[in-house]
């Protein structure tokens, strides 16, 4: 872990009921951490957010999974960034796999969404990662920069990016990223904003890692230089979360 205020978030997808939430608000609630020593952020389908906004303790943020790229009006089924900072939550996730693959979110409409959200002042967690077949032809880096050269021209304040580093194939499959290629590809991540942004917004952006993070392999990622926190899908929403959220204290 570097210098960075480290950001753990928990993104619970398209899952949960009122009563399985209730529950896990109930075991989250057991976490001990200082606010102002690491982020802790939590993704609920939107419909929960304003239970899990109540029954999460003072200190848990909450989060949208997904903003829309326009602001308020006609379009139907859209929450915008309006609704976001109104509700009082201050982070939305933008551009993850999930909604890359299955809902068509390119590279550009990411940068839409980058642009309105630093308009509005709203700290966003972007999210980049290359496929398996990426990975086996040796383009990991490319298709990062791609990523990031998409959306680094909307940024005015940096202090409100977050960058999430998913592998597209360690989401979800039980197949962690190595130490070796985590750290590698944060650190690519890291070279690419000092060659395109500064030295100052390389060394202050926050990095975390997503992909199959589990109890059993936080300790040794949070270990790795450049890796400042987790982004979590399965085992955010079981106990595990609890260690999760402490390897990176
Ligand atoms: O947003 C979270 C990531 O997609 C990781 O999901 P996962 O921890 O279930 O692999």
Redesign the pocket.
Known sequence: MGPRKPWV?G?W?CNGTKASIEALCETLNKAEFNPEQIDVVIAPVSLHIHMVKEKLKAGFKVCTQNVSKTGMGAYTGEIAVDHIKDFGLEWT?IG???RRQYYGETDEVVADKVDICQKAGLCTAV?IGEMLDERKAGKTTDVVKKQIEAFIPKVTDWSKIMI?Y?PVW????GVVATPEQAQETHAAIRKILKEKVSAEVAESTRIAY????SDSNCNTLIGLEDVDGF??????LKPAFLDIIKSAL
């Open positions: 978030g993104n997808k996730l993850h796999s999930e999210c999430a998913e360690a989401i979800g499959t997503g992909g199959s993070v982004l979590v899908g399965g085992a955010s």
